[in-house]
């Protein structure tokens, strides 16, 4: 099968309105076909999938590969009613190459062979998200010749594509598939509770954090360090969080505080070539996928949670030493009462030395003038 | 008992005056340089300096060390300014007295044109104590404070943890102060001020002219002066004439 070669587009697809990602993959249709001497074909009088289902309507049709395995080539008439691409594609947009002398006797290694193959058709219209999966962790993978990778169709499917910005949609065919004891523990947690049971989409689902296409390698410095950019997207967004009760603060006071400006100023890889962690980012105390709500645990507990977390890097920190953070709260009489009156001082202090330093200096001025 | 106006300098400051007062330059923009980006590190031209500073793990590098000098230079100044002291080596020029306050307030009473004549100033004036004594405590707490922020498991150890964050907002307000004071008062007393403008350089060659000192210091000038019964040749002291040993303080 040659998916990539540029056969002749279907009218259906030269006259569909599509997303603006299709535009310049139909120009290039149309100058490859140009190119090629091939004349677009008229407009079709009835639907030119109609004759594969001949055949592939037949439930027990299948393909034998050279490792020993049958592939089912039935599809579902019905199967693209329904997905993005209904009314926009036909069976031969995708599977190109099989006119004169099909069924051809050609087959393929494996299953796996040919999805890796079959992946090949999407970037003909989807070359931008295409591009961004060259950068992935699961590309890292296949290039080393790994075969259980993910390509696009094992996470959006095939025939049956459904609005991939669909938290319960991504969720429930994709990243579960392979790293199931991650989704385990992400669908106890606080978010992932709300998303598995309640099916909130303001919760955080895989990809929110990860991305869906470039997947960074999630031990890596720039990924640990830009972490908390995904955390505080929403928890940085009052209006959001007003619908929980949730403060806002949890985000300004970590950027205010010494890790917090580290972890946003060692972006860029400083730390390269090393493995010291020296920021602490918001994952270290709440944990990653089994993030559970601060109030759920006493204040005690959450103390010595944060103390262990400490001694990680802090050799010989106390039990006290989480009192050194200010536990997202913003300094009062209340919380932090010392740290609140040292500034308050301070807010007094450097105005009052400001102004009567900057009077005396005009006072000055204007004796010299006068004395002129 | 008048020497002649033009006759030439005195010297003014010690060559360890001179040395601690340029090694003070160099330490103070070195740790403003560093530390006021850390002090607002959102801002972009905070991210700029620290980019093109080599990063911020080497800002608080140089931070940290610079600050340790700093600390180094605070405690030898202090220890060789009680050593001069008690072994009366020097006088002590530099302890605020009550005229000074009284010179505060008769010198702004001058300015306001409420006061005939501007009060008459001996070695140091009330502007540069001021100066001097902002800089001694305002180094103390510098130094305490970013010492607090270098051990924080030592300190937690022995006092109460929340004093670390409370030393962080104590090392960065007093950072600011003492950039304002100098940015303020040290640029217009030093530079900008019409008297001197557009830099005084008695603290860079230790030495000061006759003139100015009569007429800035002339209770220090009318105490150099022989007494009538010790000289018999008035007004030869005068050109070069070393002053008493000078304190070991950088002027302000």
Redesign the interface.
Known sequence: MSVLEGGAMSPRQLSAAGPPGWRPSLFRALIVSTLLGRAIPAVAQEDPSSACFDCHADSSLTLALDDGSEMPLFVDSGALAGSVHEGQLVCTDCHQGYDGDHPSGKTFASRRAFVATAAGVCKECHFETYTLNLGSVHFEALERGAEDVPTCSDCHGAHDIHDPHQKQAMMSGSCARCHRDVFDRYSQSVHGKALVEEGNDDVPACADCHTAHRVERPRSASFRFGSPEACVRCHGDAELMAGYGLSTDVAASYLADFHGVTASLARGGHLEGTDRQVVVVCADCHGVHDIGSPKAISAEQMKARVAGVCARCHQGAGTDFPAAWLSHYRPSLRHAPLVFLVNLAYKVFIPFMVLGLGLQVVLHLYRVAIRR | MRAQPSAGYVVRFSRWAIVQHAVMIVLFVALLVTGLP?KW??LEAS?WL?AHLG???AVRWVHRMAGLLMAVFTVVHVAVAVGGLLLRRFEPTMLLTRKDFTDAVQN?R???GRAEAPPRFGRYDYRQKFEYWGLIFGGAVMVVSGLVLYY??AV??FL???????A???HS??A??AF??IL??HM?GAHL???VFPFDSSIFTGKISVERLRHEHPLEWEEMQPRPAETAAPGEAAPGAPASPPPPAPRG
């Open positions: 850390q590190p959102y991210r620290i990063g911020i793990f702004l001058f300015y306001l924080p498991i937690s150890r109460p943890s929340e004093l670390i964050p409370a962080k907002v104590l307000n007093e600011l102060l304002l004071i303020i008062w217009y001020n019409p008297e």
